[in-house]
């Protein structure tokens, strides 16, 4: 009898199961590759086309003629006619009350004139047009055929930024304290030994800071609107625009490839420090990158003490009997809870009974305000960490089981104590399973939404946690989120067509940031590992 021609017995499923990984591996790279993709594409300066219309055909665009100046982001086929249109972006929303729109293709000439101008406003989105001249205050207007109107201009937009800034500064930070300080001293007026003499100088002191900084603040705002900028429509209307509106220009059309590059670099470097603008469909997400990374590092610094010396009771001190293992099963099943029951329980618990209490004891004088009764960072934090604590533990007590009982034994044999043998042998070879568990429990809360937007996660947070004002790190405020921020655009956004790229350029730098987190918690397990490794030897 011969076996040559039979083949071997499972051949068939360890096929089956390599095929699965590689559908599994390309499903991966395919969706990064997608979110990769569009979410870079959507910095890179597109060119500016003027679109003629068919004789006869009518303008979608309020108010438009038979041309359209716009950026083609698509050209597709309709679903119902099954002809080809363009997806257009024709900004000027002030003017036509829309920015995106749909062409039929047929009949319709390209043109893409070298004189087109985009502007990047903080209000309507962009502008595109043809410039007419700039107008500096109490100076001649420069034409915009004139050899300086582009350095001009650039200065007068540059300046604008500088004065925007100092009113930022003015508004949020410096009025801010004084009316931070106003309210202390509306709170010490209700106190019992309250001094209304003195509270009332004070509050003088401090309305005349308050009329001072107000007053420079409109000064610079009349600054502001000193500056403008007149360009043409492509329908003939002229249009003024202050400076101080303008956050950026450039002309597309003239550009190469280099220049296309660093204008690419400059959205890109805005887009990563800029604060959210119309309705979180332009500007940046800094508050939202800031908010995610601080939050997840809390998550990280709650959930790993409490995880660690939960596994380490369960392993080393408690009776292995029934009572534990029913233990081990309820751990395990809380991991399976969906996470917007940790958000309910977050809510009722750290909020409204933690939270309630520490405004009764400590903050009584700015009741009925909230402080600690509220949605805040401090609460994000801990209801991700017991979301996330199954996680560490099962990973903790692996990580303690792993070591090898002889040196267990080696340390109690030299007459080391229990607990003096878990804290110098057991513990610091436990460390990188440790890690293992802190990386997956970083993973999981970084990116989740629904418990967040229960427990302390805003649409736009004005404030960040973390600022120059004592104690320097306000646990009690709101914070914005990458994972809400792309449920917001995606699902809340007025504008859906101009919150699309947003929403991929939020998603790409979200997998960036949680893959950044990781991997620096992966390389300490690394060394951790490597040095253990060489003192075993």
Same mark, same amino acid.
């Given at each position: ?10 051949? =068939? ?14 499903? +991966? ?77 047929? $009949?319709?000439?390209?043109? *893409? ?11 309507? %989105? ?11 205050? %109490? ?7 004139? !050899?300086?109107?582009?350095? @001009? ?7 604008? $930024? /500088? ?24 709170? *010490? ?54 400076? $101080? ?5 450039? =002309? ?18 805005? &887009? ?33 003490? =409490?995880? +660690? ?17 029913? /233990? ?34 400590? &903050? ?11 949605? $805040? ?19 903790? *007590? ?10 267990? *034994? ?12 878990? @804290?110098?042998?057991?513990? !610091? ?28 996660? +805003? ?10 004002? &004592?104690? &320097? ?9 990458? %994972? ?38 992966? +390389? ?14």
């Amino acid at each position: 009898m011969s076996f040559s021609s039979t083949k071997p017995r499972g051949e =068939f499923l360890v096929w089956l199961t390599s095929a699965g990984l590689s559908i599994g591996l390309i499903m +991966v790279v395919s969706i990064l590759g997608l979110i990769t993709a569009q979410g870079l594409r959507s910095f890179w300066p597109r060119p500016v086309s003027e679109l003629t219309l068919p004789a006869g055909a009518v303008s979608p665009l309020t108010g438009g003629g038979p041309k359209i100046l716009a950026e083609i982001h698509d050209t597709r086929a309709n679903v119902v006619s099954g002809l080809g249109e363009y997806k257009l972006n024709a900004g000027n929303k002030d003017a036509f009350g829309q920015s995106f729109l749909y062409l039929p293709a047929a $009949g319709v000439t390209l043109s *893409e004139p070298l004189g087109v101008m985009r502007v990047e406003r903080l209000e309507y %989105g962009a502008a595109l047009g043809y410039p007419v001249a700039f107008r500096p205050a %109490g100076q001649a207007q420069v034409a915009a055929d004139s !050899p300086s109107f582009e350095s @001009q201009l650039a200065s007068a937009v540059g300046q604008a $930024g /500088i004065r925007r800034e100092r009113i930022r500064d003015l508004e949020q930070v410096r009025i801010g304290h004084i009316n931070r300080d106003l309210k202390t001293l509306a709170e *010490e007026r209700r106190g019992k030994n309250a001094s209304p003499a003195s509270i009332e100088t004070r509050e003088k002191e401090l309305q005349a800071a308050y009329e001072k900084l107000a007053a420079e603040a409109r000064t610079l705002r009349a600054e502001l609107a000193a500056d403008t900028l007149v360009y043409r429509l492509v329908n003939g209307t002229e249009k003024t625009m202050p400076v $101080g509106q303008i956050v950026g220009f450039e =002309f597309p059309n003239r550009m190469g490839v280099a220049g296309r590059f660093g204008v690419f670099c400059h959205h890109l470097w805005t &887009f990563l420090t800029d604060e959210p603008r119309e309705a979180n469909t332009e500007g940046g997400i800094a508050p939202a990158i800031f908010g995610t990374t601080v939050m997840t590092l809390l998550l990280s610094f709650a959930v790993t003490p =409490f995880g +660690v010396l939960a596994a380490i009771y369960l392993r080393e001190y408690a009776r292995q009997g029934f009572l534990v293992r029913c /233990i081990r099963i309820a751990i395990n099943n809380l991991a399976g809870v969906p996470s917007i029951v940790f958000g309910v329980f977050g809510l009722g618990f750290f909020v409204y009974t933690v939270g309630g209490t520490l405004d009764q004891l400590f &903050f009584s004088a700015s009741l009925p305000n909230p402080t600690f009764g509220t949605g $805040g960072l401090i609460w994000c934090a801990l209801t991700l960490a017991l979301m996330t604590l199954p996680v560490v533990i099962v990973a903790t *007590e692996e990580a303690i089981a792993a070591v090898p009982r002889g040196a267990r *034994e080696a340390s109690l044999a030299l007459g080391a104590s229990k607990w003096q043998t878990i @804290q110098h042998i057991v513990l !610091p070879a436990s460390a990188p399973g440790i890690l293992t568990g802190m990386i997956l429990a970083m993973a999981r809360g970084a990116g989740e939404v629904a418990p967040l937007m229960l427990v302390g996660v +805003v649409k736009l947070a004005p404030s960040l946690p973390v600022d120059g004002e &004592f104690p &320097f790190v306000h646990l009690e405020r709101k914070i914005m989120h990458l %994972g809400f921020h792309i449920f917001d655009l995606g699902f809340q956004s007025p504008d859906s067509d101009a919150a699309i790229p947003m929403v991929f350029a939020t998603t790409l730098f979200l997998i960036v940031l949680v893959v950044l987190l990781n991997l620096a918690a992966i +390389v300490i397990r690394e060394r951790l590992k490597r040095r253990f490794k060489t003192e075993a030897v």
